[in-house]
């Protein structure tokens, strides 16, 4: 089942998401290369600069998008005000199902 993580930064902690940013890569790319990436980014604010992450993986179960979620560095380094992890149906523009 895919979830939907989706992680509000704090306010002012721009700087700890950059610090943070190649751990965060490397821990996409590695998820990404066990199957389990479905696609990311960053939520940006009016001026253009990040502000939170959409992630989108595949897991067995809530529990375990749980622990991968709070695996992220961001989620290490404190940067989220709120994360949120919800089961997600991709019904449009699925490549898996093209």
Known sequence: MIFAITCKDKPGHLQTRM??????????????????????????????????????IEAADKA????????????????FESVEIRPWNWVFNNPEQA
């Open 19 to 56: 610090d943070t940013r190649p751990e965060h890569v490397a821990f996409l790319n590695d998820l990404n290369d066990k199957g389990t990436l479905k696609f990311a980014g960053p939520f940006l604010d009016e001026e253009g600069k990040p502000c939170g992450s959409l992630v989108a």
């Open 64 to 79: 375990e998008a749980k622990a991968i979620a709070d695996s992220d560095p961001y989620a290490k380094a404190g940067l």
